[in-house]
């Protein structure tokens, strides 16, 4: 089973991901976090402070990243987010503006030559990523919003971003034709309905893959990506 766990920023990804493969055994694949992609790909710079041609970088090193992991994987496992996660964030920057928090109170950003070019290579970008996900991606487990935002200071983003995000994510599962269940309540309920939905045999208990869970997130490095030393940078 390639199984993909899906939604938006803040919903839980990463900590029912890894319950996920504690629970059936199916290893983990993650990309590495902007956090941790910043540093040694544009040192100095937060998210927010990134270029339209700087983003598209950044999607493209996690996207490929993303894929060599999943190759190493031939057997199965579950995939925190997907290729259609950086794809879907660099094009709902289209319509929120490059640096959404920018533009929380606009309907509409300026649509600037830098933007129209940026859109359109986000267009382009978009056909690797969905057949990338057509091809790699058995199901999807859809996280839905259900919690606020956390505000971490790191990623620039607003619920306006997030509900695009969401929306856009699920309209294009539905148009690639990938089953796909959207999964909500605690992490305990969740586990319990990726269970049922796909008839996994349990490895331990769900309480202890939670609890095993929690200790694997509590060791992620949050360091946020201006503190970190950008040894081993490469331009």
């Not at 970088?57 to 190759?71: D, F, H, P």
């Not at 199965?76 to 640096?99: K, Q």
């Not at 309480?207 to 694997?216: G, L, S, T």
Request: net charge negative.
């Amino acid at each position: 089973m390639r199984l993909a766990i899906s939604g938006t920023y803040s919903v839980g990804k990463t900590l029912t991901t890894m319950a996920v493969s504690h629970l059936t055994g199916l290893p983990r694949s993650a990309a590495l976090t902007m956090r941790e992609l910043l540093p040694i790909s544009v040192p100095g710079k937060t998210l927010e402070e990134c270029t339209a041609a700087e983003i598209i970088m950044l999607i493209t090193r996690r996207n490929q990243g993303r894929a060599v992991n999943e190759s190493h994987l031939p057997d199965g496992f579950v995939s925190d987010g997907s290729s259609l996660h950086e794809w879907c964030y660099g094009t709902v920057r289209v319509l929120v503006g490059i640096n959404p928090n920018e533009s929380v109170d606009l309907e509409n950003v300026e649509l600037t030559d830098e933007l129209s070019f940026y859109a359109e290579v986000m267009r382009q970008i978009g056909v690797p990523a969905k057949q990338h996900a057509k091809q790699s991606y058995d199901s999807f487990v859809h996280l839905p919003i259900e919690f606020p935002l956390v505000e971490d200071g790191h990623r620039p983003v607003n619920e306006r971003f997030r509900a695009l995000a969401d929306r856009m994510l699920l309209e294009n599962l539905e148009e690639l034709g990938i089953p796909v269940h959207i999964v909500g309540g605690t992490i305990p309920q969740r586990l319990q309905k990726i269970l049922d939905i796909y008839g996994f045999a349990p490895r331990m208990s769900i309480d202890e893959a939670i609890e095993r869970a929690q200790a694997d997130y509590a060791r992620i490095d949050t360091t946020p990506e201006a503190q970190r030393a950008p040894a081993g940078a490469v331009r």
